[in-house]
């Protein structure tokens, strides 16, 4: 398999500029993490948002750029870009305040020595306009992962509801240096955060997303009224061997159907965005997530496609049509 980057992860801001423990895991070329309160374990993210700020604090020749997004909820993501970041401090640089955008980035986190406060920052690798659609769709994908964060952290006593999550190893080990580094957590400002952001999205305070969300959430406080479970219409299941033969292959080729589906979508792409040396696997996974495949799937499909071999990477992490 290729080296590839840390993924990004999809994080709002509150939870974000909360995230002020450090670890480094003992492994060559571990990246510094910041690990949430509620597990999540962020090296690079993909956040999104509007741009609100944006200010040249250097000269033409040493540009260093400092810049602010609001993100769906209100609260704010601070971005900076220097001599060491080329790339973003360009991206940065031709953008206007008041444009949506979608950025992926490194974290990092800094105290003064004369202050016991950390401030957080993204240093952007990749950030581009986008449509406010866009952003929207990319909120309800930070919701569901803050839902999965806090259901998760709700269950880490709990050995049974905790393995029904289903979380990959990353989540898990986001979880266990969470309660490690925060023994005690406000774990209802989460709760708190989920329920405003959705709000905003569903009385239209942002424009919705085009697939509505359809999830479950719990709002801070003890005495939350749910509504009755409606039963549903029991289901015919299969009663011979022969049928649950046909099932399983069915579900087998509905499997695949969409996965050559995911891949027809992530060629298209590499042939559309691709302007002669390949696209970048960042802006390639911003663009693919808007049409649902995360950054876990969308490795699966690279390496299928290479082992394929119709794609290739003219250069790290960038893939070009074979």
């Known amino acids: 398999m290729a080296q590839r980057r840390e993924p990004g992860i999809l994080v709002l801001a509150q939870e974000l500029s909360s995230s002020i423990e450090k670890h480094v895991e003992d492994r060559e070329y571990s990246p510094t993490y910041l690990i949430s309160e509620i597990g ?44 060491y970041n080329p790339e973003g401090a360009a991206a940065l640089s031709k953008l206007e305040i008041g444009v949506p955008v979608l950025c992926v980035g490194k974290v990092r986190a800094r105290t003064p020595e004369d202050s016991e406060r950390t401030y ?55 979880i266990k240096l969470s309660k490690r580094f925060y023994p005690s957590i406000a774990l209802e400002n989460y709760q708190a955060l989920l329920y405003n952001c959705l709000t905003r999205l569903a009385s239209g305070e942002v424009e919705s997303p085009e697939n509505e969300f359809t999830g479950e959430f719990e709002p801070a406080g003890d005495n939350v009224e749910t509504t009755p479970e409606v039963e549903k219409p029991k289901e015919d299941k299969p009663e011979t ?27 298209a792409l590499i042939r559309k965005m691709d302007e002669g040396d390949g696209i970048y696997y960042d802006d390639l996974g911003i663009a693919i997530s808007m049409e649902g495949v995360g950054g876990p799937m969308l490795d699966e499909i690279l390496d299928s496609l290479t082992d394929q071999g119709l794609i290739y990477q003219p250069r790290f992490n960038h893939y070009k049509e074979a």
Not at 43 to 61: C, P, T, Y
Request: aromatic share 6%.
């Open 40 to 83: 999540g374990k962020l090296s690079r993210v993909l956040i999104a948002g509007v741009l609100d700020q944006i200010e040249n604090r250097g000269s033409e020749e040493d540009p260093f750029y400092t810049a602010r997004v609001i993100d769906p909820n209100g609260d704010y993501y601070y971005l900076q870009a220097g001599q």
């Open 241 to 267: 061997e022969v049928e649950i033969k046909k099932a399983t292959e069915t579900k087998k080729t509905t499997e695949t159907k969409k996965s050559d589906d995911n891949e027809s979508k992530v060629m």
């Open 120 to 174: 957080v920052s993204v240093q952007p690798e990749s950030i581009r306009a986008v449509t406010m659609k866009q952003v929207n769709h990319w909120a309800v994908r930070a919701c569901d992962g803050l839902m999965l964060r806090i259901n998760a952290t709700k269950a880490f006593d709990d050995e049974e509801a905790f393995e029904k999550l289903k979380l990959n190893e990353r989540e898990i080990d986001g």
